[in-house]
């Protein structure tokens, strides 16, 4: 029945109403509500940059908080892969025959994740790819799993999906219809995909070259190119921020890198940690 009402309800009016009653400045009221979001899903302010919940102007203010600079050290190792977010792996593996795992006994398209492109989409074949949910309680900033220069964003409308694990076992092809912005940097180990994936009630997607990007929504896939000016940015950057939560998608060439033996479904991760390791010839 959830899964179902899904597909009636207007999902992106509700975003963006969800976007504007989380950026009113309501004083008292927004302090009690954060106070009262912080209890129920025992979020730990201890690791925040301001850990008094009455200092946040908005309720966005607080969802969006930065964490104190040492909270999330990364990884020793040079050519480690440190994890982009905080959360839960949905799945990580490799990408068999165009195809991604999405749940036990589900698979979806890598093309229709990258939005139609053939092109694009055969510089990840038989790659790695990593499924990343944040979920209410987590900090939901994105930072960079390798360091890399920009190529480009792709903007791809859709769907407003939750990305909660019931919701994604029941949405056939769930990431590939789902609202997405599609980052591709250019890395020492060739191209990566951060995919930042829209869902019901996240109020907008943010970076840190563009600012928002959703909303306004698009009714068409929307490709910006960064040329030779694109960021660059290093290990552990931030890269964004989603204003409500989601899933972040990783995308690694073939022979470019192997995951963590520890990286599967259902594991807890956190930025900064270690996630697997570049492979050199």
């Avoid at 589900?106 to 990840?124: C, K, N």
Wanted: aromatic share 8%; with cysteine.
């Amino acid at each position: 029945m959830f899964v179902g009402l899904q597909y009636l309800l207007p999902q992106h009016a509700l975003s963006n109403a969800m976007f504007w009653l989380t950026r009113r400045h309501w004083l008292a009221l927004t302090a009690w509500i954060i106070r009262l979001y912080v209890r129920i899903f025992r979020v730990d302010l201890t690791e925040a940059a301001e850990p008094n919940p009455g200092a946040y102007p908005s309720f966005n203010a607080f969802f969006t908080r930065r964490l104190r600079a040492d909270a999330r050290p990364l990884p020793s190792l040079p050519d480690a892969i440190a994890c982009p977010v905080d959360g839960r792996v949905s799945q990580a593996g490799r990408i068999h025959h165009g195809k991604l795992i999405q749940a036990k006994g589900q698979h979806y398209s890598l093309e229709g994740l990258l939005g139609g492109d053939p092109s694009l989409a055969a510089s990840f074949q038989n790659g790695l790819f990593a499924t990343l949910y944040l979920s209410p309680r987590d900090y939901h900033r994105i930072h960079m799993p390798i360091a890399g220069r920009l190529r480009q964003t792709i903007l791809v409308p859709g769907r407003l999906f939750s990305v909660n694990p019931t919701t994604v076992a029941g949405v056939p092809d769930l990431f590939a219809r789902n609202e997405r912005a599609i980052c591709l940097f250019d890395t020492n180990a060739g191209p990566m995909a951060v995919i930042l994936v829209g869902a019901i009630f996240v109020g907008s997607i943010e970076t840190v070259w563009s600012g928002r990007l959703t909303p306004p929504r698009t009714q068409a896939i929307h490709v910006d190119d960064a040329g030779d000016g694109g960021a660059s940015l290093s290990r552990g950057d931030e890269l964004g921020r989603f204003n409500m939560g989601s899933t972040v998608i990783l995308l690694f060439p073939a022979h470019s890198a192997h995951w963590e033996p520890h990286l599967q479904p259902g594991t807890a991760v956190h930025c900064g940690q270690q996630i697997g390791q570049l492979d050199h010839d």
